[in-house]
């Protein structure tokens, strides 16, 4: 039975043993619905089948990489209406498209341009690199939006930067430019401007040039020590989100952090 097609605003393009997956969804900045969250990690999943790829680069537009996930979508975290497991399945949904995209055996390589926000930049922190153009952002305002940090993403945080640094980047909700990321060790190569997908693809030609069973064996051995604790310290996420996101506090976030009904930003 063949899989069902990408959707519009993902695009799959395999040139040799290099698989590049694009973001398409410029009306909404690439924020992630839910429909393209699934096609996310089914496409992570499938490419994992693949003996004959060896590098996947995600990237997105030439102005942005994600504002990450959709609030209009996501207000079902919240939603009385539904049952609690369907709730809980809604806000699964981030933490099983990282979760696919970490355990793919090749290596993966994000390339962002313009900035990676919330989910976004969750969805990067994924992958083994981040190529960043110099002039890009990221950041992480889920909690300035009342809800907490989830998608398996604080355990990634603090493997990369330590306790306090993840500290300070989740619950300060701050802004760091491409070199300040670099430099606390949140990204890995800098990039001029509208050039990081071709620094991506130079990076993916050096690890082609490797063995590909020994990369693979060694990704594996790398994340089996550096992931050994992080589904044990996430798991309870889907339901954190669920929670806190149905509280008046949290409405009282949201509603102040994004006047006017804007949908996207964590």
């Known amino acids: 039975m063949n899989p069902p097609?990408?959707?519009?605003n993902l695009h799959l393009h395999i040139e040799g043993r290099l698989a590049t997956v694009t973001l398409v969804r410029p009306q909404a900045r690439n924020a992630l619905s839910r429909a393209l969250m699934q096609a996310l990690t089914r496409t992570a999943r499938e490419l994992s089948d693949r003996a004959d790829v060896d590098a996947v680069i995600l990237t997105g537009s030439k102005t942005c990489f994600s504002a990450g996930a959709d609030l209009k979508d996501a207000q079902s975290w919240a939603d009385e209406a539904l049952s609690l497991?369907?709730?809980r399945e809604i806000a699964a949904i981030g933490y099983q498209m990282c979760r696919a995209w970490e355990a793919m055996p090749q290596i993966t390589i994000a390339a962002i341009e313009g900035f990676a926000v919330g989910g976004?930049?969750?969805?990067?922190?994924a992958c083994d690199w981040r190529v960043v153009a110099s002039d890009a952002f990221v950041s992480l305002p889920e909690i300035a939006l009342g809800i907490p940090l989830t998608w398996g993403t604080i355990p990634r945080l603090v493997n990369l930067l330590g306790p306090a640094k993840a500290k300070r980047l989740t619950i300060l909700c701050?802004?760091?430019?491409?070199?300040?990321?670099?430099?606390?060790?949140?990204?890995?190569?800098?990039a001029e401007s509208g050039q990081a997908l071709a620094r991506a693809?130079?990076?993916?030609r050096k690890t082609l040039a490797m063995?590909?069973?020994?990369?693979?064996m060694s990704k594996e051995s790398v994340n089996a020590i550096a992931t050994a604790l992080n589904h044990a310290t996430s798991y309870m996420?889907?339901?954190?989100?669920?929670?806190?996101?149905?509280?008046?506090?949290?409405?009282?976030a949201r509603a102040a952090a994004l006047p006017g009904g804007a949908a996207r930003a964590g």
């Open 174 to 190: 701050e802004r760091f430019g491409a070199a300040d990321a670099l430099a606390i060790g949140l990204i890995d190569h800098l």
């Open 201 to 204: 693809e130079a990076l993916a």
């Open 237 to 252: 996420a889907h339901d954190q989100i669920a929670l806190a996101a149905a509280s008046a506090e949290s409405r009282a």
């Open 5 to 8: 097609p990408l959707p519009l």
């Open 120 to 125: 976004g930049l969750a969805l990067s922190l």
């Open 85 to 87: 497991v369907e709730r």
């Open 211 to 216: 063995p590909s069973a020994v990369v693979r």
